[in-house]
């Protein structure tokens, strides 16, 4: 199993440009989030996703998208990038909530100029 | 909302000594799920070791062990006989049981090994 996988490993953008981060699982996971991590801080939930075609917001939604048309692919959109979303962009994925470990992805590291 | 303070942004051991990483947590809830988290240099998260607040038991995994003092809202790891492989950020992080689907992370904690 590759696990979580997330493409592009590295971004730069334009200020007002978009894109789509992509990850994709192959653990057969309900569960799906997206999260950032601003440096010297820990992980923040933007969106999460309990099945295909269920998505809700996390703590810091807002300049982002997301949908769930598979099980496996939960992309996330940025719409009309901004500076505040230069980040370091984690999915992850689980089995089931609660106890249940998150697996996570190796990052995308986006940077907006 | 739950909060979680990790009060050491940086430690460092020596290799085959023990060290400690301190946690802090503040929840209304008496059902949760406490993590610790380890991020190496090449970003990738791993779950190191978890915690159901209903048990106990101390979680224990091989060379790392946990000291879950529910009352005091605390959940430290302690590692033994430290490797140079365990440098690293060590993110603790808390889930509810029901509701929020979240991790909430702390700032995390650098740990150096020193050969």
Redesign the interface.
Known sequence: NAGVTQTPKFRILKIGQSMTLQCTQDMNHN?M?W?RQDP??????IY?S?GAGIT?K??VPNGYNVSRSTTEDFPLRLELAAPSQTS?Y?C?SSYD???Y??Y?G??TRLTVT | AQTVTQSQPEMSVQEAETVTLSCTYDTSESDYYLFWYKQPPSRQMILVIRQEAYKQQNATENRFSVNFQKAAKSFSLKISDSQLGDAAMYFCAYRSAVGSEKLVFGKGTKLTVNP
């Open positions: 569960y989030y999260y010297g801080m820990g992980l923040k939930l999460y309990v809700d996390g703590e370091v984690f992850a909530r609660g106890r470990e998150q996570f190796p990052g």
